[in-house]
């Protein structure tokens, strides 16, 4: 449907419209584009819902049924954030970015990564452990982290690594936003020192999404709200140089009594980025909506090609932990001795789990040969022959990926010269036996011109 929609050869597409009832079907790349129908109780007759996002989907939860749409909002891979603000945040400025035509792989696709709110920078930890310290299989996770100390503590934590094991989670999946922001060029305020993902918000853009806070939440006049302005802001940036901090004190300094959200000032700047364009009057805010597209363009490309990696490695990791475990349960099942036939079927199934790689031809060429010298397609019904130094080399399979590595040619170091009356002496370095490692490092969607859930 996407393709039909939006042809990626150039030729015209057109616009599609589907009803369906299952929860894989939802894009929630483009949740403005979903309509719920709901059916009234007695008199009240069908509504149509329109902002089926709202508070995570409970409009189309409660269409769906809980327990099937419970599986729509259960990603593959997961971006963990401190809290609901950022979910709120990342995912609409993704979307709104993806409506503006930003390439896919440098955005969020909201149909595979699953944000996570944790509620707190304290929580993360637990839930990382949750996703990925008690089961084999390990969802590629990534942990974005504020640069305030509790988000300091939380990193320290997650790279600790339990006793006896590895950590959760591997550091370079963890990304902490003031280290990050200091590497990158960001279009911000001289005064602006980041520490949040709000702090890559242009003054404008924030003071705008405080004044349709104030107007949509509050109902106050907007008289009364063109007092909040850029300049206000930075004026409060004086005792805290953090945008969502600044906002906070403005709000409250000109609107006595009143309290801005967090989340809601997180939906009104996307809100204000969806409204601002190149035909605005207001030159001042189409810059500053520019700077703030821009300066989120660079962190979500940052967090989708660190979940890109992630998925990766959990890849790899579960193609070797697959033959790691086919062989210890093997030798665990069949510690004394086993027909051939057993055998066998044991290297059929590693077979194929191993890929399309010179780590996975090394250990075909290994079972090949093991296949041969064992004999093991003749007589099937009969033992093993030498069944310990199969078991040895059965074994040994666990570690082929390394010695294939080890194997391959280096390229010659630059030699180093020598003065002329010190002899060169060649050290030998003793080579040791390959250790047994485990690896705890850490999934296509449809988008269309219109889509309806009912």
Sequence with gaps: MEEFAKPEDSSPGGQVIYVTHSPYLINRNAAHRIRVLDKGSHDEGTRVVTDASRNHYEPLRSSLGPFVAETAFIGGANLFVEGLADQVL??????????????????????????????????????????????????????????????????????????????????????????????????????????????????????AAARHYAE????????????????????????????????????????????????????????????????????????????????????????????????????????????????????????????????????REIEKALEDTDEGDARRTRLADMRRRYDLGSEPLQPVPDYDKFKEELDALRYQERLAHQDRPQEPATPTELPATEPAMAASTPT??????????????????GSTAG
């Design 90 to 207: 990342l995912a609409g400025v993704s979307s709104h970015l993806r409506g503006c035509g930003e390439a896919p792989s440098q955005t969020l696709n909201l149909n595979e990564v699953t944000i996570v709110p944790a509620g707190s920078a304290g929580a993360i930890p637990y839930l990382v452990f949750l996703a990925r310290g008690r089961d084999e299989i390990k969802p590629p996770c990534v942990v974005l982290l504020d640069s305030d100390k509790s988000g300091n503590d939380a990193a320290s934590r997650l790279r600790k690594s339990p006793v006896g094991r590895r950590a959760f989670i591997d550091a370079n999946f963890i990304l902490s936003v003031g280290p990050w922001a200091k590497d990158v060029g960001l279009a911000l305020e001289p005064s602006v020192v980041v520490e949040e993902p709000e702090d890559l918000i242009a003054l404008a853009v924030a003071a």
């Design 216 to 347: 949509h939440v509050i109902g106050l006049e907007c008289e009364t709200t063109a007092k909040l302005t850029p300049g206000t802001i930075k004026t409060a940036m004086d005792e805290k140089p953090h945008v969502w901090d600044a906002t906070v004190k403005a709000f409250s300094l000109f609107f006595p009594g009143e309290h801005i959200e967090k989340v809601g000032f997180a939906r009104e700047v996307v809100s204000v980025l969806d409204a601002t364009t190149t035909d605005d009057g207001d030159s001042v805010l189409v810059e500053a909506a520019e700077a703030t597209r821009e300066n989120f363009r660079q962190l979500l490309g940052h967090l989708a090609d660190l979940l890109h990696d992630a998925r990766t490695v959990e890849d790899d990791a579960q193609q070797r932990d697959r033959v790691t475990r086919l062989v210890r349960g093997f030798l665990r099942d069949h510690a004394d001795g086993v027909i051939r036939d057993r055998a066998r079927i044991l290297f």
């Design 432 to 449: 040791t036996e390959p250790q047994s490692t485990s690896t705890d490092a850490p999934t296509t969607s449809s988008a269309t011109n």
